[in-house]
């Protein structure tokens, strides 16, 4: 261990070394001179004299119009080019609203090497009446990363980040609210470019869409970002303030099924520092009518078990964060913010049982099947940035960041006939789940527009879980403990990586390319007599990324990424835990992880004018390992479902999109994702082979009239094909219509959701003598109402801030 982070440390200073330019790292590239000069000053309005902010100064050559450095204005209308090399330049300087102004002949030599624009009048473009609208696309795209814009959609209003994600392609959110990208669960959340403690499914449910600027969707991340899940990357962008003074932005909700929520954010910037507090309280619930359907053949008899009710997967939660961020100069950011969150998980079904042998009924029974996850999530991350020389593309940045949680779950299945209480089982666990982590960063600017990057990531993570199963005694009436289906189990896994990467840009081709190593070690111990294997692995991680330009702004993406998928720890738990009256779920202690090669593809064209854009990305990845839930029978009338690694599965697929403004007050944005999906696995001798052609698409049509806004957003996802089965597709409809007042400070909307109830979970499963059929239609239509207030600064501003981190 000690062994393997010095060879870390040593890797990361070889790798600083070997990228410092020539002539001893003291900024002297080739055919430079080592005198540096800066242009710097600042901008104020002709008419008010008032600093104009966020204005962009981009110094150019005078002879080929090639950008050599830039810089945007601060609050206060100052900005600073600093590391230009000697010579002659041309100043542009250009912001929304205003004249874009050009100044020549500015000479920068060894005698006189700045040159400073103090208080440069910008001229406001001259109009009888102004109206800025800003208006960004649906979908942007970079080099590793496509980028949703979600402050601009209308039917945000009262919904979670989960049921933003509905609205794209790549993206899937199945009953309970489990979020799949491009057909896999398994992929990393950040928040603002920090990990979040919690699944990645559950963290997404509890996020307000009021709170969110942009998600940015990575589907082949870089070297830097860690190796862990199968389809990538989702990180959430929240709304900052821009400008100086104090900020506020509330959102009251609420709806049909007790659904509400509110959120309020509150924001202080003054000079060098920010403030920002925090509050949400939300109660959010998926109702729906349920029939299963489980037939048993026996050698002699045909056994039919018939069951109908409602089910819920209710969360309620609740919490409050808090930050600070210093910015004396353009050498220092330091940020540090804490966010808590309460959250309970209610989800429960109760069902009407019937019970027949060859069409005889014979008996009738009814199940609650109740859950309660209570959790306490607390992210605490601390930031500082340090700009070499105010260049804010050489710097070196730390980061720490502790996750913690815990947990207390309480599952219970009770059985009743005739109004009594026959049979009963429940299960409690409990336990902390905390992980530490640390980045140390540098980047390092270098000639012809390329940079190299280099860091090194440490996490550690542990878990106790004190798992107790109890069952019914009709005789007593009481609980008794089952001693062989309870275990304490502890779970150690840590994760160390170095990774390096180099990218630029030569004419109209841009080019990245990457390797990240990663340590794991892994150990778990039981108080029930199961051996572990202990992990000692070192693991590498390569990753490459192509663009092409084109002068009508049009552009060409090719990416690679490997990737891994670990198990989740109790997935190796190998104790059963009852999830029903009739199955049971356990762990498997020889799972090995899933390693992934992804491919992309992808094509970008604007549309002329302005007035949109397409896409097309074709893509295709591979897993190795492939790990899989099976079924099988554990007991007369009991299923069990343990994980597996299957063998390989491959999906190849082709992702359109298309956005386009017809009018000023009607705009069109859709999008499909269609890929074929080939399963080719066995265990124990039963072939699990299998594939399907799945598809999905949305189109979502705009209407803006007179102050009234109108969205109707309609979905359609084809069926697909399981390991043992397969499920059916579902049309969905949703309409938002929304008003603002008070020069758009106050907004109020009604969103109705799956309109024409077609919306539907239905599935079909075989495991060896038992054939399952499941029927599942959310509760429709649902209504929300949703009244937002934003105070002072939290309006759209024209600005190219940089983020706190280059996710």
């Not at 208006?135 to 949703?148: F, G, R």
């Not at 999530?377 to 500082?384: K, Q, S």
């Not at 896994?493 to 990774?499: L, T």
């Not at 509760?779 to 109402?785: D, E, L, R, S």
């Amino acid at each position: 261990m000690k062994k393997l982070l010095s060879s870390l440390i040593i890797l990361f200073i070889g790798l600083s070394t070997w990228a410092q330019p020539p002539g001893g790292g003291q900024g002297k590239f080739r055919g430079q001179n080592q005198t540096k000069g800066e242009i710097f000053g600042s901008v104020i309005d002709s008419i008010t004299s008032k600093p104009v902010g966020y204005a962009t100064i981009v110094a150019l050559n005078p002879k080929t119009d090639k950008m050599l450095g830039g810089a945007v204005t601060d609050e206060k209308g100052t900005f600073s080019i600093p590391d230009l090399p000697l010579g002659l330049y041309q100043l542009k300087i250009t912001f929304v609203g205003y004249n874009t102004t050009f100044i020549d002949n500015i000479k920068l030599t060894p005698e006189k090497s700045t040159y400073q624009l103090k208080n440069f009048q910008l001229s406001p473009t001259v109009l009888n009446t102004v109206e800025v609208v800003g208006e960004k696309p649906l979908v942007t795209y970079e080099i590793d990363k496509k980028v949703i814009n979600v402050e601009d959609q209308l039917n945000t209003d009262g919904q979670t980040a989960t049921e933003i994600l509905e609205n794209i392609p790549s993206v899937t959110v199945s009953a309970d609210g489990t979020v799949s990208l491009r057909g896999s669960s398994s992929f990393t959340l950040l928040i603002d470019g920090i990990p979040t403690a919690m699944d990645a499914s559950d963290a997404l449910a509890t996020i307000p869409a009021s709170t969110i600027e942009n998600i940015e969707i990575i589907t082949n991340p870089s070297a830097k970002f860690d190796a862990e899940g199968t389809s990538g990357v989702i990180n959430i962008i929240t709304k900052k303030s821009k400008l100086e003074g104090i900020s506020c932005l509330v959102n009251l909700s609420a709806g049909r099924f007790n659904n509400y929520n509110g959120d309020v954010s509150l924001n202080i910037k003054k000079k060098k520092w920010t403030f920002d507090v925090t509050a949400m309280v939300s109660d959010r619930g998926r109702p729906r009518t349920q029939d299963n359907e489980r037939i048993t053949t026996y050698d002699s008899v045909v056994n039919v078990l018939l069951s109908k009710g409602e089910s819920n997967w209710r969360r309620q939660s609740y919490g409050a964060g808090g930050g600070i961020q210093w910015n004396p100069n353009n050498s220092h950011l330091l940020s540090l913010r804490t966010d808590l969150r309460w959250t309970d998980m209610i989800p429960y079904s109760i069902l009407e049982y019937e019970n027949y042998d060859d069409d005889s009924l014979i008996e009738t029974f009814r199940t609650d099947a109740l859950n309660h996850i209570e959790l306490f999530n607390n992210t605490t991350n601390f930031y500082y940035q340090y700009n070499i020389k105010r260049n804010k593309e050489h710097n070196i940045s730390v980061k720490a960041i502790a996750n913690l949680k815990y947990v207390t779950q309480n599952d219970s299945t009770l059985t009743y006939e005739g109004g009594n209480l026959t049979e009963g089982n429940i299960y409690t666990e409990t336990g902390p789940s905390n992980s530490y982590r640390f980045n140390l960063d540098y980047k390092l600017p270098l000639s012809n527009d390329s940079k190299f990057e280099t860091g090194l990531q440490a996490q550690f993570g542990k878990s106790g879980d004190i798992g107790r199963n109890y069952v019914y005694n009709d005789v007593t009436g009481e609980y008794d403990l089952n001693e062989l289906f309870s275990s304490d189990v502890d779970y150690r896994r840590d994760v160390h990586a170095a990774y390096a990467i180099y990218g630029g840009k030569l004419k109209g081709f841009g080019y990245q390319a990457g390797l990240r190593a990663e340590y794991t070690y892994r150990e778990i111990t039981s108080t029930q007599a199961v051996e572990f294997a202990t992990i000692n692995r070192l693991d590498w991680f390569p990753s490459a990324h192509l663009s092409y330009s084109f002068k009508n702004k049009s552009q060409v993406l090719l990416s690679y990424s490997r990737r891994i998928k670990r198990p989740r720890s109790w997935f190796f738990e190998p104790f059963v835990t009852w999830e029903g009256p009739y199955s049971v779920r356990s762990g498997n202690p020889d799972l090995n992880p899933e390693y992934i090669n992804a491919f992309e593809l992808s094509f970008v064209k604007p549309i002329k004018q302005r007035k949109g854009f397409f896409s097309a990305e074709a893509y295709q990845r591979i897993n190795q390992g492939f790990m899989g839930w099976i079924s099988t029978v554990y007991d007369e009338g009991i299923l069990i479902r343990k994980p597996y690694n299957l063998g390989n599965s491959t999906s190849s697929g082709l992702e359109l999109s298309v956005n386009y403004k017809f009018t000023k007050w009607y705009t069109v944005n859709a999008g499909a994702n269609a890929y074929y999906y080939d399963l080719n696995g066995s265990i124990d001798d039963v072939d699990y082979s299998t594939s399907s052609f799945n598809y999905g698409g949305r189109i979502t049509n705009s209407f803006d009239f007179k102050g009234w806004m109108v969205q109707l957003v309609s979905r359609y996802r084809s069926g697909s094909v399981t390991a043992q089965g397969e499920s059916l597709g579902a049309f969905i409809q949703d309409i938002t219509v929304k008003k603002s007042f008070w020069n758009k400070k106050l907004s109020v909307s009604l969103q109705s959701r799956n309109v024409l109830a077609t919306d539907r979970r239905v599935s079909f499963s075989n495991t060896q003598n038992v054939v399952l059929n499941s029927y599942e239609y959310p509760i429709a239509p649902g209504f929300m109402a949703t009244v937002s207030l934003k105070l002072n600064n939290y309006q759209k501003v024209f600005e190219r801030q940089e983020q706190l981190d280059d996710f």
